[in-house]
């Protein structure tokens, strides 16, 4: 068995340990999660707490039992969960008290959203913020009554312990269950309340939540180091996209905005400057040192943006941005089978960000006397710049670092490249960080997308073909014989029923290989999801959207309004695809539906937009007509490829692509709101078109 300081060997190891002689609960050497898929959890197969999964076995024994349960939820790539689980799930003490006092429960939160939505609700609820590990108390019939994040075992600083809040729980359990029981109902009242107020919204004024959006942003923003807010710092690209797309007299300072964030991130330690991709976050305001964990719907959404700054813009410095995330999505996260596995640790040996950190004198042995450029250029020094070693960072481009150092600078991102490309090989001898091989639905749809879209932007077909592989995947793989999405797979597909995140980003990034192909297969496969979607998400009777389908376990309240997070808003992301096809295909009913799907959010949208930038941009799209292009004759060809990228290489705010499927000569007829013109055939011809119907901004 593969030592623990190897996470990634250690959980393959467990993977593919034979378990056929293991009882169910897992025996003297492992608890249940031995027999669990998530990473997450066989990261804790051999924890002396007897963890559960989430299903009837735990609430079953915990109503046999009369305990309380204990519901952890995190995910593989969580570096306090790993830390909790360090200090506590794997101490024999504080196994002792939870064994005989609680059921536990162990929760992937990327497995089950819906748990996970549903607990934080309920944390935000109790404390104002949240956070993994996630900790829940709750009865056996699944009501929470208490929630916390990290603890260490032992109270210390002025943080409570673990051990003494075991305790304590412990003891109210048995002697005062009135206490419970009025902890019980407070919370699921005020997640109640919470409903209610939304329900009762009125609709937005989207003009004055635009402005609003944007004068909250211009207050938060760092006009020195890019992003919003202080340290810890997030990327945030809902924030970037939503600048990037604003128009009217704020329009450029808005696009500076995001454009200012861009460059901030690429050339801070939150970017990977040898292998390329974003980590989570910073922690610093300065994006120095960042939080190493690499994730799938990170790099799926910031190259997404990166190509909206290259298409705004012209610069191929965005574009580069675009391509380093996609070579390292492709090297690192992507399958033989074409599908993106979900993220990358923070921690290696144990250590967060080992993996990525250098010493000075490892870069002078491995690149010698090149060694004294590439250092200046990367910020490299003796004395480090994190904790006694160096994060890469580059904070400056090429061209200001060669004009001060006065070199060529030719020659010099030559030479760049070339130490990058050997310190790459040298970094890849390490003890690498766990991948968290799980495939999720909902994060390979943001990246279809991505792929698609850029690859149309770009002219990249390589892009494109690496989207269609994925899409190929997930809808052979993780549907149902009777068609039903699933969630995730990993060595097959789970159980879990997909979520409304999971068709509407799969289905915006069908549509989006779509548009980037021209192949009818791509719409068809969006139309069925649709149609699904309405089917399992939508209420027949209110017309409102839920997160959970119809025929999937339930939460014991309905709390999400839904916002824009580290991934879009789901109900966002529903109105955006309805929308998109009630134009494609003519259908106005969707767009109806589109509005509905909205009514989640509207309460929290005037007060609250940068919560729901998603939901506000499908809103400003719903007020007016889009301009539609159409293509006709043969566009499975190379031709009809350019005279696409011609069409997507300007800048079209609202944009609709149709295809009539007929023996005749390519041509694409535009029509903008009010005007149609007559068809074109060459990338030629559509620029003076454009220019003549001012349909291009």
């Given at each position: ?208 939540a635009s402005r609003k959006a944007l004068e909250q942003l211009r207050k938060i923003h760092d ?475």
């Open positions: 068995m593969a030592s623990p300081n190897d996470t990634a060997a250690y959980v393959t190891s467990l993977m593919t340990l034979d378990k056929s002689s293991l009882p169910a609960d897992g025996g003297t050497r492992f608890n249940r999660l031995i027999f669990a898929r998530s990473p997450y959890l066989l990261q804790h197969a051999e924890n002396p707490v007897q963890w559960y999964e989430w299903g009837t076995a735990a609430f079953d024994a915990a109503r046999r039992e009369s305990l309380p349960i204990l519901l952890s939820i995190g995910y593989a790539t969580c570096h306090w969960c790993h830390v909790m689980a360090h200090e506590s799930f794997e101490d024999d003490e504080v196994a002792a008290l939870l064994n005989r006092h609680f059921i536990c429960i162990k929760v992937d939160r990327e497995e089950r959203p819906d748990i996970d939505d549903f607990h934080m609700a309920v944390a935000q609820t109790l404390t104002g913020s949240g956070g993994w590990p996630l900790n829940i108390f709750m009865t056996p019939d699944k009501r929470p009554f208490m929630a916390i994040t990290y603890l260490p075992k032992r109270g210390r600083n002025g943080m409570s312990g673990l051990m003494e809040l075991l305790a304590n729980i412990a003891t109210l359990w048995r002697q005062r269950p009135d206490m419970i029981e009025k902890n019980c109902q407070g919370i699921m009242e005020a997640l109640a309340d919470a409903r209610q107020h939304r329900e009762e919204a009125v609709a937005p004024d989207v003009a004055a006009q020195e180091n890019g992003g919003f807010g202080s340290a810890p710092k997030f990327p945030m690209p809902m924030y970037l996209s939503w600048l990037l797309g604003q128009g009217g007299t704020n329009r450029s300072e808005a696009a500076e905005m995001a454009l200012r964030t861009l460059r901030k991130m690429r050339g801070g330690g939150i970017w990977d400057h040898l292998g390329g991709g974003l980590h989570r976050y910073s922690v610093d305001s300065r994006w120095l040192a960042p939080h190493f964990e690499k994730m799938l719907y990170d790099q799926a959404m910031l190259a997404r943006v990166a190509t909206e700054a290259y298409l705004r813009t012209g610069d191929r410095y965005f574009r580069t941005i675009t391509d380093d995330i996609f070579t390292f999505a492709g090297r690192e996260l992507q399958t033989a089978d074409g599908a993106f596995c979900s993220a990358l640790d923070a921690d290696s040996e144990g250590v967060e960000g080992k993996f990525y950190l250098w010493d000075k004198d490892e870069i002078d042995g491995c690149l010698g006397p090149d060694s004294d450029l590439f250092c200046r250029f990367h910020g490299v020094t003796g004395r480090g710049n994190f904790e006694g070693h160096n994060i890469l960072v580059a904070p400056a481009k090429l061209k200001e670092f060669c004009n001060r150092e006065r070199v060529d600078p030719v020659s010099t991102g030559e030479l760049l490249e070339r130490c990058r490309m050997k310190l790459l090989e040298r970094r890849e001898g390490r003890i690498r960080p766990l991948r968290d091989d799980k495939i999720i639905t909902s994060w390979n749809g943001l990246m279809i997308g991505a792929l698609a879209t850029a690859g149309i932007v770009c002219g990249e077909q390589k892009y494109v073909t690496s989207a269609a592989r994925a899409a190929h995947f997930i809808l052979g793989a993780l549907r149902r014989a009777d068609g039903r999405l699933l969630r995730s797979y990993l060595n097959g597909a789970s159980e879990v029923p997909g979520f409304l995140e999971d068709y509407a980003f799969l289905t915006g990034g069908l549509l989006d290989l779509y548009e980037a192909t021209l192949d009818d297969l791509w719409l068809a496969e969006a139309r069925q999801l649709a149609e699904e979607l309405l089917r399992l998400f939508r209420d027949p009777d209110s017309g409102e959207f839920t997160l959970t389908g119809h025929d999937a376990e339930q939460m014991p309240a309905r709390v999400s309004s839904d916002h824009d997070g580290v991934t879009p808003s789901a109900l966002g992301r529903t109105a955006h695809v309805l929308y998109r096809l009630a134009w494609i295909d003519d259908r106005p009913e969707l767009l109806d539906a589109a509005r509905r799907a909205l009514e989640g959010v509207i309460a929290e949208l005037s007060h609250n937009p940068l919560g729901h930038l998603g939901a506000l941009q499908t809103l400003a799209l719903l007020e007016a007509e889009p301009t539609i292009a159409t293509f006709a004759g043969a566009t499975d060809t190379a031709e009809a490829f350019k005279l696409n990228a011609a069409l997507r290489s300007h800048t079209i705010t609202a944009l609709i692509i149709r295809c009539e499927k007929r023996a005749a000569p390519l041509a694409l007829s535009l029509c903008v709101p009010g005007s149609c013109y007559p068809a074109v055939a060459t990338p030629g011809e559509l620029d003076g078109l454009l220019r003549q119907s001012g349909g291009s901004e």
